[in-house]
Every structure is written in C-alpha cells, then in structure tokens.
C-alpha cells in the first residue's frame, strides 16, 4: 500500500511522544512492504532539534504553509490507499476538509492524545487539531486510549468506527543494553514537564530521594521550571536522545512511569514509555490508573507505590532477582503483544476493512 501520513513529527523526537509512536509504526509497516510518505510542518523548534531528518524507512515531505502549498500537499494523498491525520498536526483541520474535498481516502484520524482531545470536545466541541462535525467523515478513529472512550466516540461523536490503536515499541532497538555509568542509578525519570505530572513526579522521586540520600535519581527530560528545588541527590538531564533509550532505562535500577491526569480520567491509556521500558527489561514504578493491568500486571509486571515510603521500601528491600524477574516478565508480555510489527498487522487489517466497506 501507499499509505500518507499528516503528522506532527517524525524527525524531531525533542519534548514529544509523537516522534517515536511514528517511527516504530513506520518503521515496521516499511518491514511489511508498504510505501510511507510522512507530511510534517516545518516549524522553528523541531526544525533546530531535528534527530532523524532523513528517516530511511519512508520519504518526509516538509512544508512551511498550507494555504500556500495546498495543491501539492493534497497531491501527495491523490493515489493512496490510506490517508491518515494525526492529533497536533498543525494543519489538521483544513487539510481535512481539503481532504475530504478532493475525494481522498480512506481517511482516518490517529489520536495519539485521545484524553486530551476529548476534554476539549466536551467542553468546546473543538480543539486545535480536531472538530466535532468532522468526525463522521473519519472512516476509523483510532484511538491511543481504549474502553469506555470508544462507544463515546462512536455514540455522541459519531465515529462509523473508533478502535483501539495503542503505542508500540521496536524489539530491535528497544532491548536489554550494557549500563553505561552516564545513566546508573537507583531510579530514572525519562519525560518532558508538565504540570499534572510534577506533583506525583515530586512525590515518587525527589520525596525518595530525601530519605535515601545515598541512593542516585535522574530525571531526563525539558522544560523543567528553573525554581523546582530538586533532592541533592537528583540529577538532571536536558535531553537524551532516542538511539540513547535503551540504555538510559537499562542503566537505572528502577524507572518511574507517570500518567497524564487526562490519561488516568479516562483509563486505558498506557504511554508509549512505558512500553519502551518494558521492552528494555526496565523494573518499572508507576502511578496507578484504571486498565493498566490490561497491559501489564500489578505487583508481577509492574509495582504500583502509592507514596514516597512505598518506593523507599521498594528501593531498599527487593532484592536484585526480585528486580530482575520483574523486568523480565513486563518484557515478555509487551514483547508477546505490542511490537510495532503487532501494530502494524492491526493497521493492514483496517485499512483492508476499510476497503471491503467501501467497494
């Protein structure tokens, strides 16, 4: 197939989870033969933070205004066998309409930030990248979050058809790696700011850190306000690039996944660091949210503390083949259900439903 994508970025993974949702996708749906032209707005901060300019797994088109490039935008969708607009596009709106105009399609909207998309239409019946009324004229909305979302969508929206279409990790780059002293330490944080994170963010990791002060704690990730006051004993990290995931997560004894209230409000929404991680064989702490055990199983797979003492206790009293053992079952189970290659399958089968419903 010939399948375009209007994303917000696959080339630049600097303060975004799209980046490395896109390239796993990509990559595999490449691996099974499919043709991927990515569109992708070439604005100013992925243009100077930009990791994977020239992606070898599909072509990237970058443009710098829609009204002015109309024409040849909607080109590139003329022969596809899959139309896809993702959330954040910056254009997502009236290249939609263009799209729809112009007779492309199948045409399906990819959610990769389903709870926020839909506190904003309940409130406003819109948001940046999404109308309402447009999406009846989605042929599927796939959707990161699953559950009761979905009959929502499909309900009171009016989606033909809203699936799950969770995150996936790349086997082949996301393993076990060899600690690097760079990243060692007792427990990672890898995630940009934000504000509904930071106080649990506070409460699992720099809480610990004061009462184990001689134990070592990274957060890595941008944004962070300059007036936080960190434990003495956590160190930051601006920026670690993707090739240098796998390792991060394999560096630190624990790592630490935090949810998106968003996310947690709406269940069913497992972020694709967690996956990552997994994938690594990382032994992972996490806030706790309704259908993570869908994912991954409390207390075999993943441990779920609920205060700074719990994860002192966690640090301080497993053992390291306790660790170990957990790492390696969360690796078995995202392995057994959530590669790239998994997601990839589930879109070719869409694609093909779409279709069959159409002929």
Not at 181 to 190: A, F, G, P, V
Not at 230 to 253: D, Q
Not at 290 to 305: A, C, D, K, R, V
Request: hydrophobic share 40%; net charge negative.
């Amino acid at each position: 197939m010939k399948i375009v994508i209007y994303g917000l970025t696959i080339t630049s993974a600097w303060g975004n989870g799209h980046a490395t949702t896109y390239r796993s996708l990509v990559k595999a749906l490449a691996r099974l033969g499919h043709r991927v032209q990515f569109i992708e707005k070439d604005v100013e901060w992925y243009h100077n933070n930009r990791d994977l300019p020239e992606p070898e797994f599909c072509s990237v088109r970058l443009y710098e205004d829609w009204i002015a490039e109309e024409r040849s935008l909607l080109r590139e969708a003329a022969d596809a066998d899959a139309v896809i607009i993702g959330s954040y596009f910056p254009d997502a709106i009236v290249a939609t309409r263009a799209l729809l105009a112009a007779g492309h399609g199948p045409l399906l909207f990819y959610d990769i930030d389903t709870p926020i998309t839909m506190s904003q239409l309940r409130a406003h019946g819109r948001c940046d990248y999404l109308e309402a009324e447009l999406i009846p004229h989605y042929s599927v909305y796939l959707s990161f979050t699953g559950g009761p979302i979905l009959q929502e969508l499909e309900r009171k929206f009016g989606s033909p058809q809203a699936l799950p279409f969770y995150c996936s990790v790349d086997p082949a780059h996301y393993r076990p790696r060899t600690v690097q002293r760079e990243y060692k330490c007792d427990l990672s944080y890898l995630g940009t700011y934000a504000a509904d994170r930071q106080p649990k963010l506070m409460r699992l990791l720099n809480e610990p850190a004061r009462l184990l002060p001689d134990s070592q704690f990274i957060i890595a990730g941008a944004k962070y306000p300059e007036d936080v006051t960190w434990a003495r004993n956590v160190r930051r990290i601006t920026h670690v690039s993707p090739p240098e995931h796998p390792t991060f997560y394999s560096s630190s004894r624990f790592t630490l996944n935090l949810t998106r209230n968003d996310m947690v409000a709406a269940g069913f929404s497992p972020s694709v660091r967690l996956f990552e991680a997994s994938a690594c064989g990382a032994a992972i702490l996490s806030d706790d949210w309704p259908g993570l055990s869908q994912f991954l199983t409390p207390g075999e797979e993943i441990l779920l503390p609920e205060d700074a003492q719990d994860v002192a206790d966690i640090l301080t009293d497993l053992t390291d083949a306790q660790r170990l053992r957990i790492g390696e079952r969360a690796r078995e189970r995202i392995l057994s259900e959530h590669t790239s290659v998994h997601r990839a399958r589930e879109f070719e089968k869409i694609v093909a439903h779409c279709a069959a419903t159409i002929s």
